[in-house]
């Protein structure tokens, strides 16, 4: 859960600062998003 909230951070704030290859991008940032996602609903899900 962890992991997957720290990564879709530090790809968010890695894609703004344009360290990434080919710049920022909107992909990106969906990937960031996605995985923070995957954080919340392991976090709501965990038992």
């Known amino acids: 859960m962890f ?17 990434l290859p080919g710049g920022a991008s909107n992909w990106y940032l969906l990937a960031g998003l996605v995985l923070l996602a995957i954080g919340f609903w392991i976090a709501t899900r965990y038992q």
Do not use: P, R
């Not at 992991?3 to 360290?19: E, M, P, W």
């Open 3 to 19: 992991g997957f909230l720290a990564l879709g951070v530090l790809i968010i704030i890695i894609n703004y600062l344009t360290l």
